[in-house]
């Protein structure tokens, strides 16, 4: 018991000091402010309409009309029945945003340490590395927080896994549960698979382990365990799971309909994301070397100089006041690699990465292998289309590899197992069973190594061009002499901070040599590497975030401000969708004020994209006006913002009189380029059987939305004959019914996005309710793993209890 009180302290206290770490990283949170992530003023924009109906009714819309025409709110931070999954995780993530994901990344890759059966010291040290590593930081400060929530569960759910094949099954079995259960419940499956990529290497090699150390029936358990934990783990989630699976086959994520482009030329569809999409972010081969020195390809897109720049001097020497010169150089466009965008370069520390390589050397056995294996699977695969072999294999073959976009992302992986054979490397060194001998001989190869990397790095500079794909528009806005000087600036940085590691690394292998040597004491060690770490990270993730990131929490909660066109849109009352063309499908602003058809999303609504490439960008407005859009955004010669009225809209619903019948999508979507949609609509008939297609339309027939909300809506219609009624709706088959009367009546699809309904003659009320059939079940599925979990929880720690006090009685 003494011992179990004595590591009880040292976690509790190590959690606090965690605590302490992240809220002095993010002190700004201590004042009441928050970070400003532009991902997340754009999510704001699409949630609007959620949470303001969340908050009058008490009441789930899981639809919002103010995003791409219509969606549901399931990947929008939609609110499930019996979700306590959420609620663990809420009380988890108890600190302000971000310093809460900052401390899950610490206190998850410290449990990690913990299982692999590392000193709480060196697992304080790891926790560091880990949460302090540039991306960890970088994607808290762009706003990828269910990233970053995915992320920062990892480490937990890898240390479950470890448990178990250590045979500490019951614990392991727990804490994978519970891990796996949290890491899905974050939502970024993209993480989550990339994660379950190392799990397959991990338990290679432990199968080779098995096979070799003649323990199969272990292996065999342990697999068993693990797979009744992921199991409970993922139906604890089961209904944010199944209605994402459901949303994406109907997104851009699922598999298109068409095998045609806009220009109607044939084309090859797969089952997921287009290849070149897939592949936009593919890291470079030689720009993978920043993992070691920070900028070595410029850093970011938009690098603070400061004063210290050549492109300042020379603007300040040339007449230009201080503040504009210092406003110019605080956003350079260092970053000079082929990615599209770049905030921050994945850097893992200079340090970090010297100790990895000496772990490569020292640390043996079976971890080792599986955090190489890992590291390399995770490097390769991050070159996306610049080692085109195994990413098309990959895309190709590889179950729902085509599903996810930013290959590069998958990096995460190797910045999650180089700290822990980082630490490794440390508790080897500190190891008395491992020769000294082979300590120094270790060391000396991993200085010549990281040394000779950096060194090498320098005089193969003349090699790089310093030339970004933006440099011919930098040369049109700037000239030549300003681009000269941006690419002197690229240069500059290159070559300070090969300098700058390389004295991280020296300084990090005197420490260590002096140690062998005798001369420093194993607490010291700790003491300076773990300095050296955080001075080394920290010194550059603060290039990206830091205090001046965080605003009042007003202007995050309300992100946007209503324009002078806003207002005049504002004052219509009627039901209708605005169009902002300087947005096009990609921006939320529109939707923060109004219903839009944009949004931001990762996974757009693959209808209403394909009719922005058919139609929308080319200015086909008939398309507007059959999704109801009553107003585009104009620019006057002035350039001010004003909304044009569409008066061509169709308003809400309408009855058309002949339905035109084809047999595939391509014919569906090309059909809207000559149709009248206001008198006729086009369905596929391979998808639906009607036995009428015309009807007659006369001057008194008519049909009005009489109510409005997201997941409800009221029509009342009036037709002397039985019509056939269009709804500028998007059609969603899984939860949409519509009633005529309170008569539940079968709806179908018409002009490719659109609902569609047949009206009996005379007055009726028509209503189209949200009743998801997903979230009912899948509530079910969720509440029963949930209680499976509890209990296995609670006899767990009743049968520790009990052991433990049978041991303290003998």
Known sequence: MRNGLRAFLIHFFVTVFFILVALAYFHPVLQGKVIEQSDIVQFTGMAKEQNDFRKKTGEEPYWTNSAFGGMPTYQLGAYYPHDYIKKLDRTIRFLPRPADYLFIYLIGFYILLCCLKVDYKLAILGALAFGFSTYMIIILGVGHN?????????????????????????????????????????????????????????????????????QLKHFGKSVGLLLVAVLLGVAANATSL?????????????????????????????????????????????????????????????????????????????????TKALEFSKGLPLYWGDQPIVAAPAYIGAVVFFLFVLGLFLVQGKVKWWLLGGTIMALVLSWGKNFGLLTDLMIDYFPMYNKFRAVSSIQVILELCAPVLAILALAALFNNKIDESKKFKSLKISIFITLGLGIFLFLIKGLFSFTGQSDETLRQYYGDDILALIQAD??????????????????????????????????????????????????????????????????????????????????????FRVYDPNEGINGARTSYFHQSVGGYHAAKPAGLEDLFKFYIYKGKVGVLSMLNVKYIVQQDEEGRSYPAQNPDANGNAWFVDQLISVTNANEEIMALDTLDLKHKAVFNRSKFTLNNTDYQVDSTAGIQLTNYSPNHLTYSSNNSNTGLAVFSEMYYSHGWNAYIDGQLTEHFKVNYVLRALEIPAGKHNIEFKFQPEIVRIGSKITMASSIIIGLILILGIGYTIRKSGNKTSD
Not at 180 to 203: D, P
């Open 242 to 322: 199944m209605a994402t699976k459901e949303y994406a086959d109907w997104s851009t994520r699922g598999k298109s309909e068409l095998t045609i482009n806009p220009k109607g030329e044939p084309v090859e569809k797969g089952s997921g994301l287009d290849r070149d999409y897939i592949t936009q972010y593919s890291y470079g081969i030689a720009e993978s070397l920043n993992l070691f020195v920070p900028r070595l390809f410029g850093g970011s897109n938009s690098e603070n100089l400061g004063t210290q720049s050549k492109t300042y001097n020379y603007l300040t020497e040339n007449g230009i006041s201080r």
């Open 146 to 214: 269910a990233k970053a929530h995915a992320i920062g569960y990892m480490p937990m759910l890898l240390g479950g896994i470890v448990l178990v094949f250590r045979k500490k099954y019951l614990w392991g079995f727990l804490l994978t549960t519970i891990a796996m259960a949290l890491e899905v419940g974050a939502n970024h499956y993209q993480m989550t698979y990339y994660f379950m990529l190392l799990v397959l290497i991990l338990g290679a090699v432990y199968l080779v382990d098995a096979l070799k150390q003649k």
């Open 490 to 575: 690229r240069k500059s940085v290159y070559n300070s901070d090969i300098f700058r590691s390389l004295i991280y690394m020296g300084l990090a292998s005197l420490v260590i040599w002096f140690f062998l040597k005798g001369k420093l004491k194993q607490s010291l060690v700790v003491v300076f590497i773990g300095v050296l770490i955080l001075f080394d990270l920290v010194g550059v993730a603060k290039r990206y975030v830091d205090e001046d990131d965080f605003v009042a929490k007003r202007r995050m909660s309300e992100p946007f401000q209503q324009t002078e066109f806003d207002k005049q849109i504002a004052q219509d009352k009627s039901i």
